[in-house]
């Protein structure tokens, strides 16, 4: 099984950007009932992941701010003119905050490894021994 990650811009809207893609063309939109039709299966599922994938987005930026506060609040006056700080500064914090959610992903099965080829791993790989490591660490440590 080779896993396959996406690498082209992309930004999830919601039903309310239709026509975004005029602007945007790597906008990924919810498709939307016409008027006396059905959506069909592939659509519905479409719009499930796409919905799924737009709520864990949105559930990093709160866990974000929920860890830094320096993220989601006011900047002082003096620095608000410096974007520089700020962007190291958000950097920093969504870096780190990546790093904390390799212990505690935001959905269940979102781990590290579940990116890569698993049917390759053996047991001396760095992925499979990061694996055992959280799952030991999770079981003695509740956050």
């Not at 992941?49 to 930026?61: D, M, Q």
């Amino acid at each position: 099984m080779n896993a396959e990650i996406e690498t082209e811009p992309c930004l999830l809207a919601d039903s309310g950007y239709q026509g975004i893609n005029d602007i945007i063309p790597w906008a990924k939109i919810p498709f939307k009932r016409q008027r006396n039709t059905e959506l069909t299966d592939d659509q519905k599922e479409y719009n499930r992941k796409l919905s799924s994938n737009r709520i864990i987005v949105e559930n990093y930026f709160s866990r974000l701010k929920q860890y830094w506060r320096v993220i989601g609040g006011k900047w002082p006056l003096k620095i608000k003119g410096d974007l520089t700080f700020y962007h190291h500064t958000f950097a920093m914090c969504a870096g780190l905050t990546n790093k904390l959610l390799c212990r505690r992903p935001l959905r269940r099965g979102a781990e590290r490894w579940d990116l890569l080829d698993l049917d390759s791993m053996d047991e001396n790989s760095e992925a499979y021994n990061y694996q055992e490591s959280v799952s030991e660490d999770d079981s003695e440590n509740s956050y």
